[in-house]
């Protein structure tokens, strides 16, 4: 079998060429100029308008970076909450739902419900945002019902509060994307042969016991995907908390994100320390899907071992 | 449409293929005389003297028509290989966020071609023509995430290596000294306007277009002085009046101003609505700029005095918590608020007051002064430096920001506190607000506009009034100190603007 | 991977399901309402006025749908009707580049072997996470000077290069597309480049039509970058278009076109995902045939 890949190889290097001409030019160009950049103080003064460098600092930007009062690390923190608020439910729930929709047995009446679930993502983040601090707002619809249900004459204020603040962003992503997620399982899941699902049915498996022994399984790549990419995500979070924070300063600036505070710099155009941002964000991102694609494929080499010889 | 480009690009083909140099040339002149006021001074413009020199020569007077067969020999966006491409000279490029300017221009200059522009009040073309034939090019970005900012720093960074060059640019005050100071604008004075067309606009409206050295960068066609809106119901029933100057009369300091408020929370209102509410007042009243010469920050006491207030009302429950711009902040303004009264502006009252006070509070508001002048909002414009059109932009800038009738009209027909003292003092005379219960609040601007101290404004105040205000609601809320929450500014402020550093 | 048979009864079974099916559609129902909820408010605000939204949310309609639908549509500075269709132009070919070369991406790392393989494919699973707002100011200024500005090449091509989707693509075929398949198609003659375009695509379909979707979605709300790269009134994108009606000034501040803008804007999108979700859906029977 061997001797026959080397024919169809260049194949290989043809079909992927497309992707990094693309790449190099509109991504790895203006990337390498924005680390180049991260040596440099090099920035517009006066909110724009003056520049002041480029003058060759080495790695002082980095040093910046990593200086306590800078707090990066609060900001990164603040991406994993908001992140891990949102895409717990949204894991949880799509995986529920998109079970139920590709059960056979309860036989329900999905199709209405697959388009609803998914309409919230096609709302441009920044209008979700609006809509939600409309609802959340000190006279939304929200505040009304608590003020009912509670018998308080003062509205709870939402956005004022580090944690009801961070929920409501939570909510938006969670209420934005757990349709998307359910689809993609959904898709999955019908990838899955059903005839494995009617012999499970045949021996009597319980729903659970089908879902946690076949399916999961199953779709391990796919939930691999949907981790990186609500991953990806939730590291480019920008809209959402900008809108609800108020730019982020609002509380603290316990709901600024990472890319929120990348922005800060961009302001002034501080092609200087937004680089050294940008290699540090770099780096945690390539570590990041490097250790979660690696680490959930682990036990997968042994299938592999089977389509191996087709190469 | 398509036609119409047929015939012009038909138009300019023959145009280029005769005579070039003589019809192109003199078609422009002949479009450019009818600003027969400007050429003299257009003389004096640094680059483009040899061109204007014959302007002088002919008259003007072309009629619409006339304009009309111009404007086909002058297609606008030919690749030429001209320095400052001919076609950018018959473009005229104005930059905006919004479409505020573009409707001051198409209903009050009167160069504008509403004809040719296929413009009715409403509707427009998809071309845009003054009448001598000069097509006007809108570049709309819009402010959000300082699109428009970032938008107009890379083009005017890029005007003088490109042969389309940008003629004129709009910037609003919080942000117009960032410019005015930097070295993309075309003084004034440079482009003919003199002291005595400017004398009758309001000093302040200068100051915060004026550069370091003094020198006035832009013009604006509004003026906008605010002043303290209140509920008569509520004033009535608290301070046993509503009649404007009695009530100035409890307002007119801070201190009695916050005597009102205690009465006013006593009674179960609120004096104001939000945390920033009086924000202007202060801002607008400090004793020196945000950054000193040293580049460093340098809090004003004003501002911490709004501070203290502010934790104040914030504390004893003066205000309601809202902030500016939100659905409360909006609610309290109608009849179901509890709020005694909002700083607003000239079109703050007019317009946004106006609409959120309803048919329900239809003359249950009036105006008065206050404790301090101030100013809310306003648009300058202003020349690009490097325009190719230096005399119709200066034409522009007259027509709408020194010509009074022109003025007045603008006044009378979208309710602008126009630029032009004598015009309003005009106006004044005989003025009556239905939404104000019949109060004359034209007269009380024309007194407050005098007083607005423009003079402290800086090229960083919007950034800096707007992470001063998000620093200390933390402050209000109590999640912080205040030290905490000045050290909190000082960092947002050295993100923003990294060249500037905190003096101690 | 048969479970031990469950002693459960068929009596207590079907009633089970009842149970099961009856707490499914309540569950559902409470998630379809809390999705259909700020498209509620989206719909009572696109018939009010600016004044009555702006003092908070009401669940009484108001009565200027009418008019806000044709403030947005007549407006001619704003050009809502150019701005949709560039919009679609954009999105709908953004989700076309997107899908079909990450597909053929994802088939050359899936189906050949060859020396730089390995590297390239951890290459893109390193810069898959990458936030675009890294290098956003760098490729604006980048496509400035190729002269890009006021073009669709630089909102729409790079999209050629889109990791995530190429990761789905790659997943997707790892269990979905035996190699078995490959190896008959060239036995039978057919050359690499046919069996990809004439054989795997059809394979790839739902994967194709769920990426088409989110990249189409994502494209479709994309302000960052057009607002920076569009600047002609001809060739703007419809969330520049509702920013600059959210940037109005005061006497022409309008929340009810904001929202009427908005809710347009929403539309073909949602056309968009009915269409290809019938794809999806069709893609089970080619799923099963495959196994």
């Given at each position: 079998m061997k001797h026959k890949s080397i024919s169809y190889a260049k194949w290989g290097y043809i079909f992927i060429i497309p992707f990094f001409v693309a790449f190099i030019l509109f991504n790895l160009i203006p990337l390498v100029s924005t680390f180049y950049n991260s040596l440099f103080e090099n920035y517009l003064g006066r909110g724009g308008l003056v520049q002041v460098g480029p003058n060759f600092i080495g790695l002082d930007n980095f040093k910046t970076m990593f200086?306590?009062?800078?707090e990066l690390g609060k900001y990164f923190g603040n991406t994993f909450i908001l992140w891990i608020l949102g895409f717990i439910p949204q894991i949880f729930f799509s995986l529920l739902f998109a079970s139920w929709f590709t059960d056979l047995r309860m036989k329900l009446k999905t199709g209405a419900y697959k388009v609803i679930f998914y309409?919230?993502?096609?709302?441009?983040a920044a209008a979700m945002g609006m809509l939600f601090y409309t609802m959340f707002a000190q006279n939304g619809p929200i505040n009304s019902i608590y003020m009912s249900i509670t018998g308080k004459d003062s509205p709870y204020m939402f956005f004022d509060n580090v944690w009801s603040q961070r929920s409501v962003i939570a909510i938006i992503n969670f209420l934005m994307w757990y349709g998307n997620t359910t689809i993609m399982l959904m898709a999955a899941i019908n990838g899955v042969d059903p005839s494995l699902y009617e012999s499970a049915q045949i021996d009597g498996a319980t729903p659970s016991q089908t879902f946690w022994k076949i399916t999961l399984p199953l779709i391990r790549p796919i939930l691999l995907y949907v981790l990186i990419t609500s991953l990806i995500g939730g590291l480019q979070m920008y809209d959402v908390p900008q809108i609800i924070t108020k730019n982020g300063e609002q509380v603290q600036r316990t709901s600024m994100t990472v890319v929120m505070y990348l922005q800060k710099h961009l302001y002034s155009k501080n092609y200087g320390m937004a680089g050294a941002l940008s290699v540090i964000l770099f780096v945690v991102a390539a570590v990041l899907s490097l250790v979660v694609f690696y680490v959930t494929t682990e036990r997968e080499p042994k299938k592999k071992v089977k389509k191996g010889g087709i190469k | 449409m398509a036609n119409l480009k047929k015939l012009l690009a038909g138009a300019m083909a023959l145009c280029m293929a005769g005579a070039m140099f003589a019809s192109c040339g003199n078609t422009e002149e002949g479009g450019s005389d009818s600003k027969s006021n400007t050429t003299n001074n257009a003389g004096t413009n640094d680059n483009k003297g040899g061109e204007d020199g014959g302007n002088g020569g002919e008259d003007g007077g072309n009629g619409g028509d006339a304009a009309g067969d111009l404007k086909e020999d002058k297609l606008p966006n030919v690749p030429q290989n001209v320095e400052g491409s001919e076609a950018s000279k018959k473009v005229l490029k104005i930059y905006t966020w919004n479409d505020e300017f573009k409707s001051r221009l198409r209903d009050f200059y009167p160069e504008y071609d509403k004809e040719a522009s296929g413009y009715d009040g409403e509707k427009v073309g998809e071309h845009e023509y003054l009448k001598d034939g000069t097509e006007i090019v809108w570049v709309t970005t819009p402010n959000a995430d300082n699109a428009y900012q970032n938008k107009l720093d890379e083009d005017l960074k890029a005007q003088a290596d490109s042969d389309d060059k940008i003629d004129m640019f709009l910037v609003e005050a919080d942000y117009a000294l960032k410019y005015v100071n930097g070295p993309y604008v075309k003084p004034v004075a440079d482009l003919g306007l003199t002291d005595a067309d400017l004398a009758d606009q309001y000093q302040y409206t200068k100051d915060i277009v004026t550069?370091?050295?003094?020198?006035l960068e832009g013009v604006s066609w509004q003026a906008t002085p605010g002043l303290f809106a209140y509920r008569r119901d509520i004033a009535k029933e608290v301070l046993g009046t509503d009649d404007p100057t009695e009530v100035q009369a409890q307002l007119s300091d801070w201190d009695k101003f916050n005597e009102v408020a205690k009465k006013m929370k006593d009674a179960g209102y609120f004096m104001l609505s939000g945390y920033d509410d009086a924000y202007r007042t202060f801002s607008n009243n400090v004793s020196h700029a945000w950054v000193n010469n040293k580049m460093q920050i340098v809090v004003d006491d004003n501002l911490m005095k709004w501070v203290d207030q502010t934790k104040e009302y914030s504390d004893k429950g003066y205000n309601n918590g809202t902030s500016l711009w939100d659905d409360q902040w909006n609610a309290d303004q109608s009849s179901a608020g509890k709020v005694f009264g909002f700083f607003y502006s000239t079109w703050g009252i007019n317009f946004t007051l106006a609409g959120n006070a309803?048919?329900?509070?239809?003359?249950?508001y009036a105006v008065c002064e206050g404790p301090q002048a101030y100013y809310w909002g306003g648009t300058w414009m202003c020349a690009a430096d490097g325009t190719d059109n230096p005399e119709t932009v200066a034409d522009i800038m007259k027509a709408l920001t020194c010509n009074k009738d022109i003025m007045l009209d603008i006044t009378k027909k979208t309710q602008d506190y126009t630029n032009n003292k004598s015009a309003m003092e005009e106006l004044a005379k005989d003025f009556s607000s239905d939404f104000l219960?019949?109060?004359?609040h034209i007269a009380l601007f024309t007194k407050a506009a005098p007083n607005i101290d423009a003079s402290k404004a800086g090229p960083y105040d919007q950034g800096l009034n707007e992470s001063f205000q998000a620093a200390f609601k933390d402050y209000f809320l109590g999640s912080v100190d205040k030290d905490t929450a000045l050290q909190n500014f000082y960092k947002a402020a050295q993100e923003k603007y990294p060249e500037l550093t905190v003096a101690e | 991977m048969a479970a031990p048979v469950d002693a459960v009864g068929e009596m207590s079974n079907s009633k089970q399901l009842l149970i099961r099916r009856v707490v499914s559609y309540t569950v559902l129902t409470i998630f379809a309402i809390l999705s259909l909820f700020p498209f509620f408010i989206l719909l009572v605000n696109m018939t009010r006025d600016t004044n009555s939204i702006q003092k908070g949310f009401s669940l009484v309609p108001g009565s200027y749908l009418l008019k806000n639908f044709k403030t947005v549509l007549g407006n001619h500075d704003w050009k809502m009707l150019s701005s949709l269709k560039n919009s679609l132009i954009i999105s709908g070919l953004t989700a076309l580049l997107s899908t079909y070369f990450s597909a053929l991406t994802a088939y050359s790392i899936h189906v050949y072997d060859y020396k730089l393989k390995k590297f390239l494919f951890t290459f893109i699973l390193m810069i898959m996470m990458v936030p675009t707002q890294v290098s956003a100011l760098g490729f604006v200024r980048q496509m400035a000077s190729w002269g890009l500005t006021n073009s669709f090449i630089p909102l729409i091509v790079p999209s050629i290069a889109a990791p995530a989707t190429f990761f789905f693509m790659k997943q997707y075929m790892d269990s979905a597309l035996p190699l078995e398949i490959v190896e008959a198609a060239r036995i039978d003659g057919s050359g690499e480049f046919r069996t990809f375009n004439e054989l795997v695509t059809p394979i790839l379909k739902p994967a194709i039509a769920v990426q088409a979707i989110f990249t189409f979605v994502s494209s479709w709300n994309n302000f960052f970058i057009p607002a920076l790269i569009l600047d002609d009134k001809n060739k703007r994108t419809l969330p520049i278009v509702i920013g600059i009606i959210r940037s109005a000034d005061y006497a022409s501040f309008d929340m009810g076109a904001v929202y009427m803008a908005i809710g347009i804007s929403i539309i073909p999108v949602a056309i968009v995902y009915l269409i290809l979700s019938k794809f999806i859906i069709r893609g089970i029977a080619l799923g099963a045939v495959k196994g």
């Open positions: 200086a306590p009062e800078t309409l919230p993502n096609v709302i441009m | 550069d370091s050295n003094g020198v309803g048919d329900d509070l239809q003359g249950q219960g019949g109060q004359n | -």
